[in-house]
Each structure stands twice: as C-alpha cells, then as structure tokens.
C-alpha cells in the first residue's frame, strides 16, 4: 500500500471515529483527590474569584496606567491615542525584560513559536533561535537562582494574574511606538515604568469602581445561596484579600448584599499577599471602617463582623485553630494566593481560573474536535513513517508535516490569534498549567460551579495515560 493510501485510509477511519463528548463549562477539575467531607472552612480571595470583572476594567486600568505614563514618567504624548487591545495577550505569558520580548513557555521551559513578539509584531522563529540559541530556556534565567542567600536574577517575569493583561497590553502598544519612530528605548525601564504605572493607578481604579460597580462587576446571584449552604452546614468561612476594605465592601454589597459580612467568621483586608502567607512577623491589626483606618492595638482574638487589616497566615492560623486538610482556599492566582498554603501548611486549595469558560467552549466545537483528532493521527502516520527513505516517500512525509504545522496553529489559533490557549502550547502543557496543576486540587471557572456538588462529595482526579501506557488517540 502507497502512503497516499495509507493517508486516505487513516483519513476515513478518523471520519468515521465518533467525536469526543462535550466538557462541561461549569465542572470543577480534580488535579489531586479532594474529600470535601474532610473540610470544615472555607477560604476565599476576593478579586477574579468572588468578584469576576467586565472588560470594562481592563479598559479602564489600561487608560489609568497611560495617563500615568504620560503625566508622571513624560512619554511622548502621542502615547496618548494608543487605545487597548482586548484581545492581544492572555495570562501566564512571560516577559523577557532583557531582550523586550513577550513569549509564550511550556512546562519544559520550550519556547512556543509564533508566540513571541516584540512590541505587537511576531518575531520569526529564526530571529527567535538567534537570540536564545536554543528552544528551551535555562531555569535560572526564567525562576532567577532559588537556592538561599542566592540574588534572584530572574531574566523573564511570569505574569500569571489577570490584572497583568491590560499591563501587558500597555507594554506592547508603547514599545510598538517606539519601534515604528525609531525611538531607541531600554526594554526593562519600560517594563519598570509601566508596571509601576499600572500598580500605583490600583487606589484610583478602587476608587471608581466602588463608586459603579455595575458597570464593572459581573453580578453572580448563586454566591448568597452558596456562602449560605456552607453557613447551614457549620462550615467556617473567612476572606483574604490584598484590596482595600471600601472597594471589596461596595463589590460584596452588590453582589451577596449589606449582610454579606454576616457570613464570613473572619475577614482581613489588604493582606499583602504573598507577604501573608510567607512572613511571620507582621501583626494583625483592626481596621476603624468608619475613620478608615486601623487600630494600634494587639489583637488576641479574631472576632466575627471586624475587619483585620495585614497580618499573616500563623497568626490565622494560632487564633483560630483552623490548619491543615480542614481548609479549603479558593484563589486565581496559583502561587501568591495558593502555592504557599499547600506547600507549607497542607491546606486544600481551589483555583478560579475565569478563562475556562471560553477555553471549553472553543473545545466543544465541532471543528475543534475534528481538527484535535486528525492532528492525533496525522502525528501518529507521520512518526509510522517517519524512516521511509525512498523519494517518493520522503516528499509525502514533508507533505504531511506541513499539513501538521498547519493544524497545529489552526488548534492554537482559536484561543487567542496571538498566544493561543492559556494552558497548552501545541501537545504540551504551559508553563502556567504546570504551576497551576502543581498548587491547585480542583480548579473551575466560578465559585457558583460547586452549587452542583454535595458538601460531601469527593473529586477524583482523571487518570492519565503515560506515554509508555496504552496508546489513544483521546488523551
């Protein structure tokens, strides 16, 4: 039988093969065995997990942040008419701040190409090769040195939060200026300069959000019935977030009720995280809502309908007497809000991740699946092959890489134009799947999700094949 053939047949066989089942948008994932029976708290942060944000406040942190630019830092004023791109980055990107480039990594460290770019523009792959000399990046120069007393001089920044894509978005549209005027610009000092525009316009964008939360706050009417189960059944729940208390306060007034705090048996604000969960030695303080303030003095006790300000998670944890597989942390963010938790005092954690809703979507379409199959399979023929030496051979093999590579961004494409989806590249997971996978026990796009599940229910996680496992073409 000619390869030609040996295609065709392959090519009706994947035809003839029933499609995958649909995911649902609303599950919740197990990476790890998770008996909820075992949990008696239940913790959450606040921003892209309670709260999930309208576009409009990308848009409006983006403005924020290039006025600051302008006003503060004195970029050229044409800067000034460069409006935000939706739809440019995803999360988990990196940030090359030597090289002044935005890429794309997976779990190897392998750079992902036709996911780097300069500026709005893709860099090729051979310009790609030419400043790495390699695909994969050195550790060092991604994490930095992690051994102690080491200086972290970590080359690249993982902006692995959702409040880092409209940064992102400024960054690109600013160096794309640069680079079409000829403007010559150091690719760290810009970074610097945004990032620090962005985060010091936070007390502003808090400000007008509270003061309109609709226009920025998607509303979420199973929150209340949620936090109301967990309360029926005794369970404890108590908020950690990094936000002041007047911006988490109008959002929760809109989207639990002026009750809201008659739910939670603790609430901190402004908790510094990481810091929160990673330094011993800042006091919990009370925070005076009506001065708007907080209060010198010690705190002994973790009181419910106070607010706490700072602090840290040992003292949490002493005052209360809650720690271990008890607690159960919800977060978005895989390391500030989860990672410490589970690696140092063996709490469960969940992960919000708002993505996923779009990310399964675009999985369920038909022409995904079809597209995800014949990829399986044309992979599989092309490795089958992949020895025939004659010519004839040879140019289809070449035939069907180029269809392969074709696919292949066909697959990416439909996430993001750009950078594709948040949790692959290619066949392998990201950089920020791996993170996630590592620090999360379930993940899910919203809280509401777990309405569907009893308080006792246990999530399994699926069981993988290895690659020396059973070959399928569904893995």
């Known amino acids: 039988m000619t390869v030609h053939n040996f295609q065709h047949r392959t090519k009706l066989k994947c035809k003839s093969k029933k499609l995958p089942q649909d995911v649902n948008p609303r599950g919740v994932f197990a990476c790890n065995e998770l008996d909820l029976s075992e949990v008696k708290v239940y913790g959450f942060d606040y921003d892209y997990t309670l709260a999930h944000y ?6 409006l942190l983006y403005n924020l942040g290039r006025d600051m630019l302008l006003e503060k830092y004195k970029y050229p004023s044409e800067i000034s008419k460069l409006e935000y791109k939706p739809h440019f980055a995803v999360r988990g990107l990196h940030y090359d701040i030597e090289k002044g480039l935005l890429l ?15 500026g709005l523009t893709p860099v090729s792959t051979e310009e790609v090769l030419k400043i790495y000399k390699n695909r994969i990046i050195p550790i060092a120069y991604v994490e930095g040195d992690t051994r102690v007393h080491k200086e972290n001089r970590a080359k690249m920044v993982h902006l692995a939060d959702l409040f880092s894509v409209p940064e992102m978005g400024l960054l690109c549209n600013v160096a794309e200026f640069f680079i079409r005027n000829h403007i010559d610009y150091h690719p760290e000092i810009l970074f610097l300069d945004v990032k620090n525009s962005v985060q010091s316009c936070h007390p502003i964008m808090h400000k007008i959000v509270a003061q309109n939360v609709e226009e920025y706050i998607r509303p979420n009417s199973d929150l209340k019935k949620y936090f109301q189960l967990l309360r029926d059944h005794d ?3 108590f908020l950690v977030t990094n936000s002041p208390f007047h911006f988490v306060n109008a959002g929760m007034e809109m989207l639990v009720g002026q009750d809201w705090r008659d739910y939670f048996d603790v609430v901190i604000v402004n908790a510094n995280k990481p810091k929160f969960f990673t330094e011993v030695s ?5 925070f005076d809502k009506n001065a708007n303030t907080h209060i010198w003095e010690k705190v002994t006790a973790l009181e419910k309908g106070i607010i706490y300000y700072e602090g840290t998670v ?18 978005d963010h895989p390391y500030s809000d989860l990672a410490d938790v589970t690696l140092e005092h063996g709490w469960r954690t969940g992960a919000i991740i708002n993505e996923l809703t779009h990310e399964i979507n675009t999985l369920n379409t038909e022409t995904f699946k079809q597209n995800a199959n014949w990829l399986q399979m044309l992979t599989q023929i092309i490795e089958d092959h992949q020895d025939y030496k004659d010519p004839e051979a040879l140019e289809v093999i070449s035939e069907w890489m180029a269809e392969r590579d074709q696919l292949r961004n066909d697959t990416k494409s439909v996430f993001n134009k750009q950078f594709g989806s948040v949790f692959r590249t290619y066949h392998n997971p990201t950089y920020f799947s791996r993170r996630l996978f590592r620090f999360a026990d379930i993940y899910t796009s919203n809280i509401r999700n777990l309405l569907n599940y009893s308080l006792t229910h246990t999530f399994y996680p699926r069981r993988g094949v290895m690659p020396h496992e059973y070959g399928s073409y569904f893995v």
């Open 314 to 331: 040992k003292q949490l944890q002493d005052l209360t007497g809650w720690s271990g597989h008890q607690v159960l942390y919800f977060g």
């Open 104 to 118: 794309k990594l997976d779990s190897f460290l392998q750079i992902q190409f036709g996911a780097v770019y300069r």
């Open 282 to 286: 800042r006091p919990i303080r009370v």
């Open 54 to 59: 309208k576009p409009s406040l990308e848009h």
């Open 235 to 237: 369970k404890k729940l």
